[in-house]
């Protein structure tokens, strides 16, 4: 599973290997259709719509819902169950909304009825190597990879602390690039709210990272506008 797709405030750019290969797979992702489109004809019967769609978000929904649960197993398991609800309502789906935002409306609430089911989210470094697991393909210089693990082990131990519904608004933001509109949508609040969030979200996660850098964080240089 390939965890490197850059976010927008808190992951490092990809390597320039890396970025071709994503500006190639955009430009043959921009030839098949709209993700609304694919969708419509993966309800029509076409499975190489679902293929692409596939192709196109598995990373991004991979990663929100690592951060979100801490633990490979459950994130396998909730992956699986976000597809697996967009193929049982693929006769049913309409495109009153970005597939990405229905993509990820979906996982919200796979995620939420887990843990509802469970009452528990597991602790902080509940998985051990996850950091490490996140930043494998960080680069080829032992002392970067080094760095960069360190800060993505400090990332996540502050994305931890953050209440629920900040770190979900972040994550829907950063890791699924949702709009404000759309985030407030999946969470079933105004915009104005879910920028609330997002803005005291970053705000503390700048905070946690640099009073333990001594310095201005690497990560979420950026406030949402």
Same mark, same amino acid.
């Given at each position: ?7 927008? $405030? ?12 994503q500006?190639h797979?955009?430009?043959?992702? +921009? ?10 004809? #993966?309800? =029509?019967?076409?499975?190489?719509? %679902?293929?692409t769609?596939?192709?196109? @978000?598995?990373?991004?929904? #991979? ?15 909730? %992956? ?24 990820? @409306? $979906?996982? @919200?609430?796979?995620?939420?009825? @887990?843990?509802?089911?469970? *009452? ?6 509940a ?11 960080e680069?080829?210089?032992? /002392? ?18 953050l ?10 933001? &950063? &890791? ?7 985030? +407030?949508?999946?969470?079933?609040? =105004?915009?104005?709210?879910? *920028?609330?969030?997002?803005?005291? =979200?970053? /705000?503390?996660? *700048? ?10 964080? $690497?990560?979420?240089? &950026?406030?949402?506008?």
């Amino acid at each position: 599973m390939d965890l490197q797709e850059p976010g927008r $405030l808190g992951v490092p750019p990809p390597t320039r290997k890396r970025a071709t290969r994503q500006r190639h797979a955009g430009r043959l992702a +921009g030839m098949e259709g709209s993700d609304e489109e694919l969708m419509q004809r #993966y309800s =029509a019967g076409e499975p190489g719509a %679902f293929d692409t769609l596939y192709a196109r @978000h598995r990373t991004a929904l #991979y990663r929100y819902l690592l951060r979100q649960s801490r633990d490979a197993a459950v994130t396998d398991d909730l %992956f699986q169950e976000t597809w697996s609800r967009v193929i049982s309502s693929r006769e049913r789906y309409q495109p009153t909304a970005r597939f990405r935002t229905y993509l990820f @409306h $979906l996982a @919200h609430n796979c995620f939420i009825d @887990h843990y509802r089911r469970r *009452k528990a989210r597991p602790e902080v470094g509940a998985e051990p190597g996850l950091e490490e697991r996140i930043a494998a393909d960080e680069g080829s210089d032992p /002392a970067q990879r080094v760095e960069a693990a360190v800060m993505r082990r400090r990332y996540l131990r502050a994305l931890e602390s953050l209440p629920a519904e900040q770190r979900d608004t972040f994550l829907l933001y &950063e &890791e699924a690039g949702l709009s404000l509109d759309d985030i +407030g949508g999946v969470m079933g609040v =105004a915009a104005e709210t879910a *920028k609330s969030r997002l803005r005291y =979200a970053v /705000a503390k996660l *700048k905070k946690a990272l640099a009073s333990g850098a001594g310095k201005a964080p $690497l990560y979420l240089v &950026e406030q949402p506008e």
